[in-house]
């Protein structure tokens, strides 16, 4: 990955991630708040270059580095939705590790307008392979998901 490309993923943190976010007129409902269910991509946005940045790549998920393909799928999600964001706003999204068992990640995710918090959510995700069985993280994820 090249510089330029690192710096479009947000960076690691202390704690976890950070990525920066600016909300435009097609993230927007006829309010001008941003649509709810826009803020799942943000979301998503701040887990994906997270994991890019940790090296877990999906590529080699679907390269099947592991032996067989495997997917993240989300299998669960809570979220609350304490204020709206609206068109132009630059918006954080700060992911952390909340937990890791040998399947299944729960993350801790907030997105934020400057000190104003927005959003929170928290996300349990998992791998399964083509046929939709659950599989095991590789042994070596272990470490890049201990919680900073």
């Known amino acids: 990955m090249t510089e330029d490309a690192d710096a479009l993923a947000g960076r690691l943190t202390a704690s976890g991630h950070e990525l920066q976010a600016r909300v435009y007129y097609a993230d927007t409902d006829f309010s001008g708040a941003v649509y709810h269910a826009r803020y799942l991509e943000f979301l998503e946005r701040g887990r994906s270059d997270y994991l890019r940045l940790i090296g877990v790549h999906h590529t080699d998920l679907e390269a099947g580095s592991t032996g067989e393909t ?74 890049l998901f201990a919680p900073g």
């Open 70 to 143: 495997l997917y993240w799928v989300v299998r669960r999600m809570e979220i609350d939705f304490r204020a709206a964001a609206r068109i132009d706003d630059v918006l954080t999204v700060l992911t952390r590790v909340a937990e890791v068992g040998k399947a299944r990640i729960r993350m801790a995710q907030e997105i934020r307008r400057g000190d104003a918090l927005l959003i929170t959510a928290a996300v349990e995700a998992a791998l399964i392979n083509a046929e939709g069985k659950p599989r095991r993280f590789p042994t070596e994820w272990a470490a």
